[in-house]
């Protein structure tokens, strides 16, 4: 399973931009789908998670400002950021995974840097 991130760039705060992440298996295999960010000198945290059945997570610094969506038809997640702000500059990693016979395999995509500045 390959997932590749993009997206990611440049924005002033306030302003807004839509990362995808493309799966290479079917996303009615996975348990759960979402995104991560890493900021230099942080913990991975999350940011939004979708796990199958229909619920969706987000992280406190997401609530309000990001919405993430799917499109199962492309095999694609998407991660809408709106009103970014520079604490928000990070390098945002989508990922997946599925469980089988009681093992969960996790996949996490190469990530796509999103830097919030004027």
């Known amino acids: 399973v390959q997932l590749q991130a993009s997206g990611g760039g440049l924005v002033q705060p306030g302003g807004s931009l839509r990362l995808s992440c493309t799966i290479s298996?079917?996303?009615?295999?996975?348990?759960?789908m979402g995104w991560y960010r890493q900021a230099p000198g942080k913990q991975r945290e999350l940011v939004a998670t979708?796990?199958?059945?229909?619920?969706?997570n987000y992280g406190d610094s997401a609530k309000g400002r990001f919405t993430f969506s799917t499109d199962y038809a492309k095999n694609v997640v998407y991660l809408q950021m709106n009103s970014l702000k520079p604490e928000d500059t990070a390098v945002y990693y989508c990922?997946?995974?599925?469980?089988?016979?009681?093992?969960?395999?996790?996949?996490w995509g190469q990530g796509t840097q999103v830097t919030v500045s004027s």
């Open positions: 298996a079917s996303m009615h295999s996975f348990n759960a």
């Open positions: 979708y796990i199958s059945g229909g619920s969706t």
């Open positions: 990922h997946a995974d599925q469980r089988f016979q009681g093992v969960t395999y996790d996949y």
